[in-house]
């Protein structure tokens, strides 16, 4: 069977797996395996496995993210874009079998760069141009020695990238072990960084290794690092300074042979002002910053994230799903507060609400629906148009007018002592005033300084006006504002 002619079974059905050996049996093989924990450590060790996986602990995915050396071919129903999985067996007959072994036998590996080029796409999913820039920024860093900050808001994938620049990184082959500063306990933080000695403290029973340790050879992922405590900081920063650690209790110094990737959606140049953040410290991490960024820059990229989470959350389902492209429309034009994290949850409810069928726009939970008076609103209500894209002054006021004159005051006043490009109101004359045009007016101008101010992105001009997104577009459609700003 060539390179690929050692043969691993990994199916908890047993009758198959009976079938598929008497048919092996006519054919030289290697080595079939019928434990799976053993079957995994072989694939460890070696290269060259051709696998058969019907019923498995471990899901395809994982196995083909895992080992990229060596070929599968299921025994159920699954599909899968990687290039090292070669298909499924739909029958269980020796014609069948020995066509996809043949497929497994002229199969070869890429080179290493496209193997780790292609699991980098895997795993960061997009290709807007702030993603692009993101896996740009990978590359450059991932085999340097230097750490790396990322920044970014709740949900944006910061472990995926740290995960990512650990896979391209000259420790890819040791651990990568992430640790949340921000979910334990201050006083147990240390123990967990740096380990203990038995008997250090009350419960310490025996010795133990930190994540320092557990991550020798390979990356430390500090996860929410602005959320330490800033006695921990003080301890961290000798480390980084030093390259050597002692347990608690211990005098022996270890060294910390570990990549550092730290990150944290907090604002630290600002926690640095207020004394909760050592700056020395923030100088010692932020040597290569990456910003992750959030989901409402990124809408282009939610057809992408949406067919990746249903391939992920499939398996785990057992059910199909499909998003209809009125409710991908509606999607891209929610602000996504969580981020790529609550896309992936809604996929999830998505799955058990509606298994098996295609998601449409009344499915989805209210919160991503268009807004409803965004719908039913029509626009041929333009007969105040033409007042409305203009600010009206009056160029000449008499001494009663200039009492009466009100403006809002939001900025730097102009030449004639009025708030520069701010509102003039009109004095209320007994002629009256337009009520509607003027709160319009209002409005008109409020959206193109937000507009303004966010470099023409609407979903970040859109909170700044404390509104969605979908009723800025509107608004914008309704007076004719376009996205020159």
Not at 339 to 354: A, D, K, T
Not at 357 to 371: C, F, N, S
Not at 440 to 465: K, T, Y
Request: glycine share 8%; with cysteine.
């Amino acid at each position: 069977m060539g390179s690929f002619g050692k043969i691993l079974i990994i199916d908890g059905d047993l009758e198959r797996r009976g079938k598929l050996e008497a048919i092996l049996s006519f054919m030289q093989v290697d080595w079939v395996s019928h434990d799976e924990a053993a079957a995994l450590s072989a694939l460890a060790d070696a290269a060259g496995f051709t696998v058969l996986l019907g019923q498995s602990r471990t899901t395809l995915g994982e196995l083909l993210h895992q080992y990229p050396r060596h070929v599968f071919i299921t025994l159920a129903a699954s599909a899968d874009p990687s290039p090292n999985f070669i298909g499924c067996l739909r029958q269980m007959t020796y014609h069948e079998l020995t066509r996809l072994l043949s497929q497994a036998q002229r199969w070869c590996p890429p080179p290493v760069a496209e193997q780790q080029e292609w699991r980098l796409h895997q795993l960061l999913v997009g290709e807007c141009p702030a993603m692009l820039e993101v896996k740009s920024l990978i590359r450059q860093v991932a085999d340097k020695q230097a750490n790396v900050l990322l920044l970014g808001e709740s949900g944006t994938g910061k472990e995926v990238i740290a995960r990512a620049i650990h896979m391209l990184s000259l420790q890819s082959e040791g651990p990568f072990v992430p640790i949340n500063c921000g979910a334990i306990p201050a006083e147990l933080l240390e123990s967990e960084l740096f380990g203990h000695e038995k008997g250090a403290f009350t419960g310490a029973v025996s010795s133990r290794k930190g994540r320092f340790e557990l991550a020798a050879g390979g990356t430390l992922f500090l996860d929410e690092i602005g959320d330490m405590p800033l006695p921990m900081q003080v301890k961290l920063l000798r480390v980084l300074q030093e390259r050597t650690f002692e347990r608690v209790g211990g005098t022996r110094p270890i060294t910390a042979n570990v990549r550092i990737i730290a990150a944290t959606h907090r604002d630290l140049e600002k926690m640095i002002l207020e004394r909760r953040f050592r700056e020395d410290l923030y100088y010692r991490l932020n040597v290569f910053p990456i910003v992750a960024p959030p989901l409402r820059e990124r809408c282009r990229d939610i057809p992408l994230l949406l067919h990746e989470l249903i391939n992920r959350h499939r398996q785990v389902h057992d059910a199909e799903l499909a998003f209809s492209a009125p409710a991908v429309s509606a999607l891209k034009e929610y602000a996504w507060p969580g981020n790529v994290r609550e896309l992936s949850n809604l996929v999830e409810r998505m799955f058990i609400l509606c298994p098996g069928r295609e998601v449409g726009v009344d499915d989805l939970p209210a919160r991503y629906r268009p807004e409803s008076e965004a719908g039913s609103r029509t626009f041929d209500e333009m007969d105040e148009q033409a007042a409305l894209s203009s600010i009206f002054r009056q160029p000449e006021r008499d001494e009663f007018e200039e009492e009466n004159e009100v403006f809002f005051d939001f900025g730097a006043d102009d030449a004639d002592g009025h708030p520069d490009g701010d509102f003039y109101l009109p004095p209320l004359t007994a002629e009256g005033i337009n009520l509607k045009e003027m709160l319009a007016n209002i409005e008109i101008d409020m959206i193109g300084r937000a507009l303004e101010a966010s470099d023409g992105v609407v979903a970040r001009a859109a909170e700044q006006l404390g509104m969605r997104r979908t009723t800025l577009v509107e608004k914008m459609k309704k007076y004719g504002i376009g996205r020159e700003y």
